[in-house]
């Protein structure tokens, strides 16, 4: 099995950033690449205010912390990033994004190098074929916010080796991280079941029978659910969430998995939730406020 002590990143957005300190917190040298370097400095901005936050709570000590951030330094190319003894794919849910990253990385692997793929929907076994290692290919699906959700979702190509498998399971949870088998089917596990539920919170927006605040308290009070399904759109990114669902509609070929039309015009219009300052809330103020 792969000895894995040093892990590439690729992609310094939201969930980039997020892995890049759990895997951090969890001892391993990070190397962190984006192909717009501009993301770096951002990228260590927001952990170092993330860590800032656990010392705060006692959740960590400075000195922890200040490792931490030690720990994560950037790649300046793919050639660097492929250096690593695991790399993470984790750019935006797009497969013709992930498959240029793949193959543009895929040269600069060392032979023993292992790859992953963040993706929260997207075929592992389409993915793997972009690579010179199918059965060194694995999904390893972080939940959002990366630091903080247990849950990691390993889902294995039908080329995946047994011992890549039982790599990335024991990488999952060296960094204190539950992990869950999912097949290699559309959406996987968690978003099959969680964002065509979150698309029909927004299909009973879009005909009227209730509005942003209504619905989202009718399922954090009504299902005992931590955030409505609108709120939790909106941090999950709409842009997001409309990738999943057009992967499930043509994947599955299920009318049910039909993006609704509210949340296609919201993507349209650049409404991408809290990450862009509006979606089903407007975040300009202090509070949210629902937009309909």
């Not at 936050?53 to 950037?74: F, H, K, W, Y």
């Not at 389409?126 to 390893?140: C, N």
């Amino acid at each position: 099995m792969t000895t894995i002590r040093t892990v590439a990143i690729i992609g310094a957005g939201q969930m980039g950033s997020g892995i890049a300190q759990a895997v951090a917190l969890g001892g391993y040298a990070v190397s962190l690449y984006d192909v717009d370097p501009a993301r770096l400095p951002l990228a260590h901005g927001v952990i170092a205010e993330s860590l800032a936050r656990r010392v705060e709570r006692d959740d960590l000590s400075a000195d922890e912390a200040q490792a931490v951030l030690g720990r994560i330094t950037d790649a300046p190319d793919l050639e660097a990033a492929g250096r690593a003894d695991l790399v993470i794919e984790a750019a935006v849910e797009d497969e013709a994004v992930k498959t240029e990253i793949l193959k543009s990385l895929t040269p600069h692997l060392g032979a023993e190098t292992l790859v992953a793929s963040n993706t929260s929907s997207i075929s592992i076994t389409r993915l793997a074929s972009a690579t010179d290692r199918p059965d060194r290919f694995i999904g390893l699906h972080f939940m959002k916010p990366a630091p903080a959700m247990r849950l990691v979702e390993i889902i294995r190509g039908i080329a995946t080796s047994a011992g890549t498998y039982e790599a990335a399971v024991a990488f999952a949870e060296s960094l204190g991280k539950t992990t869950t088998n999912a097949e290699d089917f559309p959406a996987f596990i968690v978003n099959r079941i969680l964002v065509p539920m979150i698309n029909e919170a927004i299909y009973t927006l879009y005909e009227g029978v209730g509005g942003v605040a209504s619905i989202d308290k009718a399922l954090k009070l009504g299902a005992n659910h931590p955030m409505g399904p609108l709120e939790l759109a909106d941090f999950m990114g709409l842009d997001v969430v409309l990738a999943i669902m057009n992967v499930l509609y043509d994947g599955l070929a299920d009318s049910k998995y039909r993006p609704c039309p509210l949340l296609v015009k919201y993507v349209e219009a650049g409404w991408l939730g809290r990450k862009s300052g509006r979606g089903f809330y407007d975040y300009s103020g202090e509070t949210p406020v629902p937009t309909r």
